[in-house]
């Protein structure tokens, strides 16, 4: 079979331990038992690995997790497809993991019968940094973790979805498609693509990359192009989707990623090669976007003579707003990320801890927006750093610039207005620069400090620099064209940034240079000659030679033991369908809606309430009463005290949750029960995994089966109380 997917309650790995780590590198350990022997292990940013040589009367291989502190039968197994085989020895990934200790297990199932079995040393597992835009409480989903939560781990519900080189194009997934629930098979990563945009399945996604995946190898699934394309319906579409790659050697090869309309995405832990014209690209009606920990080398040549290193690593524009991109090295991108094309209205933007390494321009260009910079390292750039044109404000903090020709630049105004050319011919915007170390830069004009380069120049400068991060910039100062003042967003509005997550300057470098990228540093590595690659910005043709020689060390993909899975897989055959990993406590999965028959519609309820109390053993959940705390339910959305009250099984309710698009509610049913919704007179509809049910009389009731579900947003409605029974 060609579907790789899992629906799972999580990824088995919940656990919610007590220590956190700023960063944990991934270490090597040699562990031996009988006929098995670990190589190598470590820790990184929600997950873990595994090496190990081959055991030469093997059939196959199984490996677990558990948390540290948990006893040995608490050992979850990882699905089949995180097991890979290299031409020397093999390796598993766990991912998913909350920041924790964790021990993996690898046991080898022996041709002959039996097993040998080794066991890593504790293990820690690291959170990412989820700061910036993209995690403001002000952003459409307050999130930008896709198919995770928050904490790292999967949530509840989520589909995973395993692509390789050799299903890309067979790979297969059920979508719900109407309003009905009526639910089609996609097939082909981008068929299934296809089939979300409809804009009716918004089930948490976990697209998982392994190994590299070609072009070619997606044919038929990318668009004229060369994209692969994430779109939604309308603007700022609910998506819930992550894309990621596994370990350290996923590599998107010769294509790029589009995403439109969309809505709490997240791109993580690829390498993105000879991608034409743009890498990552977010362009129009994008919100909740996190971009992070990617390894971007150089794209397929543009027409253009400022194109020969590919167009933009990660741009993005027409009103994408509440984006963060963190944590990603650039290969010497020719134009790292442009901010703005044509907007009209302010959007909110975060850069930090990427490494520039030995790029030329843009990090970022921007204009319109309001961008927050900080923490990034400017590791040898040749031309320029931050960039702001028309309407700009960049807050820029906390940065490293080593041997960046120009930091800072505003329009028309300051070193742009040397003689040298200007970036952009656009009115200037203002930048507000704070606490950055800046060493070997040929120019930099300050509005207020004789600090930079030059003497201060309140009329003509780059930036104005602040004395305290907190300082607003007066009104006074103004882009020499254009008129823009600083418009101080960084006091005035979330930023997604607490203080704890601006690092000392100081430890900028190290930190960023060990943590920007793919796990472990990923599988390329180039080393660059500052005394001539700092100051040069033509294509580096030994770069260039290696990334177009590329090719992954990957063999194949399974472990060939999961029980009751398939026979051992070659590199050259599909990978067959996951094995559901096992719980610490089994909870049944939902049953699926059959791909032929529309989903049961809701029993209607009458105008008069029922005035008997649930049965004994109910689950209950009163918003007046309780807001939204509860101990059965996940909850996440309003309140609201102003929208009437209702009179229900003796009850009157006068605080209800509103059901918005970012309203979700999620619970697990350990057996087939029925769920009353109470609602007010506004609402028509409300969805449930999916499908839409009538709301009549203010109540709704649905048959369920035991699994895991989802509340979700279909006509606007306020809802006071609910009951699993």
């Given amino acids: 079979m060609n579907r790789i997917v899992a629906k799972v309650t999580s990824i088995g790995l919940l656990f919610s331990l007590g220590l956190t780590l700023l960063f944990s590198g991934w270490g090597t350990a040699v562990v031996h038992a009988a006929g098995l022997t670990v190589t190598g292990s470590g820790g990184g940013n929600e997950a873990a690995y595994v090496e190990w040589s081959p055991v030469s009367n093997a059939s196959g291989y199984k490996v677990f997790i558990k948390a540290a502190s948990a006893a040995d039968s608490q050992y979850q197994q990882l699905h089949n497809e995180l097991i890979r085989k290299y031409a020397s020895y093999w390796r598993a990934d766990a991912v998913g993991l909350a920041a924790g200790s964790y021990v993996m297990k690898v046991e080898a199932v022996l041709s002959g019968g039996g097993t040998a079995n080794a066991v890593t040393g504790t293990l820690a597992a690291a959170p990412y940094d989820r700061s910036g835009f993209a995690f403001s409480t002000a952003s459409p989903y307050g999130t930008g973790s896709g198919a995770y939560n928050d904490n790292g781990t999967l949530k509840s519900g989520a589909q995973v979805l395993y692509v390789t080189s050799q299903n890309a194009q067979t790979v297969t997934l059920p979508v719900v498609v109407s309003s009905s629930g009526t639910v089609q098979t996609g097939v082909g990563l981008g068929g299934i693509l296809t089939l979300r945009q409809k804009g009716y399945d918004t089930t948490p996604l976990a697209i998982r990359f392994i190994g590299q995946v070609k072009a070619a190898d997606l044919s038929g699934q990318l668009n004229s192009s060369g994209y692969l394309e994430l779109k939604g319906k309308t603007n700022y579409t609910e998506m819930n989707i992550t894309l990621e790659g596994i370990g350290k050697d996923a590599t998107a090869y010769g294509w790029g990623m589009l995403l439109r309309y969309t809505g709490n995405v ?342 008069t309430a029922p005035t008997s109390t649930p049965a004994p053993g109910a689950a209950v959940h009163n918003f007046t009463a309780s807001g939204t705390s509860s101990s059965f339910f996940t909850i996440q959305g309003n309140l609201s005290t102003s929208k009437g009250t209702v009179n229900y099984n003796g009850l009157t309710l006068t605080q209800c949750l509103k059901i918005e698009s970012a309203t979700r509610i999620q619970f697990t049913a350990a057996k087939a029960s029925t769920l009353t919704l109470v609602f007010n007179s506004e609402g028509t509809k409300i969805k449930v995994d999916g499908t839409s049910y009538p709301i009549t009389n203010g109540v709704a009731t649905i048959s369920l089966a035991a699994g895991t579900h989802t509340i979700t947003k279909d006509s606007t409605a306020n809802l006071y109380y609910l009951v699993v029974e």
């Fill in 266 to 607: 997240e791109v993580r832990n690829l390498g993105v090669m000879l991608f034409p014209d743009d890498g990552i690209s977010m362009d129009t009606g994008n919100a909740n976007v996190w971009v992070h920990n990617n390894d971007i080398f150089y794209g397929s040549a543009g027409s253009d003579a400022d194109q020969t290193k590919g167009d933009g690593s990660t741009d993005l524009k027409k009103g994408s707003t509440y984006i963060t991109i963190s944590y990603n090295h650039y290969f010497d991108s020719g134009k790292a990320a442009l901010v703005g094309l044509s907007e009209s209205a302010e959007f909110f933007v975060t850069f930090h801890h990427n490494w520039f390494d030995h790029s030329d321009s843009r990090h970022p260009r921007i204009r319109v927006a309001s961008v927050h910079v900080y923490n990034n390292f400017y590791d040898g750039v040749s031309k320029y750093g931050v960039g702001v044109t028309t309407d700009a404000s960049a807050f820029v903090e906390g940065n490293v610039f080593r041997n960046t020709k120009n930091p800072m630049l505003s329009s028309l105004q300051g070193t742009d207005a040397l003689g040298e050319g200007t970036f952009s011919g656009e009115n200037g915007g203002m930048i507000k620069a704070y606490n950055n170390s800046i060493t070997g830069a040929a120019s930099l004009i300050y509005a207020n400090s004789n600090t930079g380069t030059a003497p201060a120049n309140a009329a003509s400068h780059d930036a104005y620099l602040a004395s305290s991060r907190s300082e607003a910039v007066p009104g006074s100062y103004k882009a020499l064209v254009g008129g823009t003042a600083y418009n101080n967003f960084d006091t005035l509005v979330d930023t997604g940034v607490s203080v704890a997550a601006v690092d000392n300057v100081s430890v900028v470098q190290q930190k960023v240079t060990a943590g920007a990228g793919r796990q472990g540093g990923g599988d390329f590595s180039w080393t660059f000659n500052n005394s001539v690659d700092d100051a040069s910005y033509a294509l580096n043709a030994p770069l260039m030679s290696a990334i177009r020689s590329y090719t992954s060390g990957l063999v194949s993909v399974g472990g060939n033991a999961n029980p009751g899975g398939p026979s051992p897989t070659p590199a050259a055959t599909p990978v067959p369908t996951v094995t559901p990993m096992p719980t610490v406590t089994p909870v049944p999965t939902a049953t699926p809606v059959p791909t032929t028959t529309p989903a049961p519609t809701a029993t209607p309820v009458p105008t």
